[in-house]
């Protein structure tokens, strides 16, 4: 799905060489609150290792204590909240634990993923699309409405999902996922949509824009442990998981206006 800054300056948005070249500096980001959303993983941990190298204190969230703890537990610059973020009342309550000890979050990298594919259209099953609506998209809303305040409050909100470029091609084996995803694309642009309009585009006193809802979008990403497991594979078009930690890094110091509302393919 297309997207473009919603600011109404009219200038380009940002582009993916402009965010993979604008890695914030040593303590670049100290002070800033970034909630990651799926943690746990392989990518929650090179965009946490990314947020905390640049000084920016990771609210790292995920749904099991164990695999937090594994992660996360002896990082000073990481505070751990076990929550299952398809519970809309957990995530509120979350929202206020961390409005309460934190101050609020300037940031939210939401990470929760799956895949689920079928034989073709009519192997598309109801089970598989539950499954794909709770992980991307009910997790995404939950997140995004009750952090929302928080991030259009920041002097600089920012607020992230990786999509997929199967979006711009969707398959018949793979139309539910296409198709979720595509709901959290257009999601996001409705999150800027009001960003905007509370910033930038405000009818009366428009201010600079400050918060941005930003859709990064990756072929598949690839991490270390897969590399160890088939060292002759390739991974073509594959994105490193260091390079989505680098890219969610950058959002910080790129400037609003040319975020909010783009769509960034990093593949
Ligand atoms: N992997 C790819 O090739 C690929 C391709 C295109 C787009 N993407 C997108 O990139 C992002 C990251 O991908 P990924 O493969 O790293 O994602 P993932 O492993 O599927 O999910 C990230 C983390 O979310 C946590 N999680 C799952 N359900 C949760 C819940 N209900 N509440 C809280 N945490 C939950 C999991 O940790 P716990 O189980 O410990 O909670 C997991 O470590 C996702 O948005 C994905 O859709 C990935």
């Known amino acids: 799905m297309a997207g473009g800054p919603q600011s109404g300056s009219g200038e380009a948005p940002a582009s993916a060489d402009q965010l993979l070249g604008a890695a914030p500096g040593p303590g670049g980001l100290a002070g800033l609150k970034v909630v990651v959303a799926g943690a746990s993983g392989a990518s929650g941990q090179a965009v946490t290792a990314a947020l905390t190298g640049a000084g920016a204190t990771v609210l790292a ?48 990298v939401h990470l929760v993923g799956g895949w689920r594919g079928g034989k073709g259209l009519t192997g598309q ?40 470029t199967a979006t711009e091609s969707p398959t018949a084996s793979g139309a539910n996922y296409a198709a979720a995803k595509a709901a959290a694309e257009s999601w996001m642009l409705s999150v800027a949509d009001g960003f905007r309009r509370s910033q930038s585009g405000r009818k009366v006193d428009p201010v600079p824009q400050r918060s941005a809802a ?52 990093l593949a």
Request: charged share 20%; aromatic share 6%.
């Open 61 to 108: 969230v995920g749904s099991n204590r164990d695999r937090l703890t594994a992660a996360y537990g002896k990082n000073d610059a990481v505070a751990s909240f076990e929550c299952n973020l398809a519970d809309r009342a957990a995530v509120e309550g979350l929202a206020g634990s961390i409005a309460a000890e934190h101050g609020g979050a300037d940031g939210l």
């Open 125 to 164: 099953s109801d089970d598989d699309w539950d499954f794909l609506h709770a992980q991307l998209i009910t997790t995404l809303r939950n997140t995004t409405r009750a952090f929302y305040p928080q991030l259009e409050a920041s002097g600089s909100g920012r607020v992230a999902i990786v999509s997929a």
């Open 214 to 265: 930003v859709v990064l979008a990756v072929k598949a990403l690839v991490d270390d442990s897969m590399r160890r497991a088939d060292p002759a594979k390739s991974f073509p078009g594959f994105t490193d998981v260091a390079d989505l930690g680098r890219a969610a890094a950058a959002l910080f110091v790129l400037d609003a206006a040319l975020l909010n509302g783009a769509h960034i393919r």
